[in-house]
C-alpha cells in the first residue's frame, strides 16, 4: 500500500469529539521522544503532517489524519512524560485509555520503542496492559538508523524475546527509521492488509 494523501482533520480533547466516522483507525503512541511525530511524516511522506518538536510531551489530544481518503491515522499523547504535572498526566492518561477502550474503529494500537534502550517498566506496562485489555497491537521499533539495522534487528529480536516471561504469542513487530525510511513498505502493508480484512475480523 502506497499513501498518495494525507491530511490532518481535528484534534481532540475526549473520545466522545472524535470524527463521526466508520473508517478504520490505527493509532500510534509511545513514549514522548520516541520519534512519533516524525514516523507519522515518514509514512505519509509529508514532511509537517504531525508536529515535531524538540520539547518532547507536546502532543496533548488525540489527533486524527485522513489518509488516502478511507483510514485514519492517529497520533496520541506520549505515556510517561515526568515533566508533566500528576492532574494534566492523569487526564492524559484517562483520554488514552477511553480512545484505546471504547473506540470501536480502532483496528490495531502501534506503539513505538525506541530500539536502543532495553526494555523500560512503563512500555511493559503498557504492553501488558493492551494484552490483558484484549487490545489489538503491534510494536514499532523506532531509531533502528541510530544502531545500524542489523544492530537494530537484533536488539528488537532479543526485545521481543524478553516479553516471553508473560506472553505466549508475541504481537507483531516492526523496524523502522525516520531518517532512512527502512520499515515504511512492511508497515504500511501490514495496514493495507488489515484493511482488506472483512470489518468483523478487526474487532
Known sequence: MDIKSSEYVISSPTVSTCPNDTKNEYAFIGRSNVGKSSLINMLCRHKNLAKTSSMP????????????????????????????????????????????????????TFVLIDVRHDPQKIDREFIDWLGESGIPFAIVFTKADKLGEMKARKAAKLWMEKMLDRWEELPPYFVTSSEKAIGREELLDYIGNLNSEPAADNV
Not at 75 to 97: C, H, N, T, W
Request: one cysteine or more.
Open 57 to 108: 510531551g507536546k502532543t496533548l489530544l488525540i489527533n486524527h489524519f485522513i489518509i488516502n481518503k478511507e483510514w485514519y491515522l492517529v497520533d496520541l499523547p506520549g505515556y510517561g512524560f515526568a515533566k508533566r504535572s500528576k492532574v494534566v498526566q492523569k487526564k492524559l492518561e484517562q483520554m488514552i485509555a477511553g480512545y484505546i477502550l471504547q473506540r470501536e474503529q480502532l483496528v490495531c
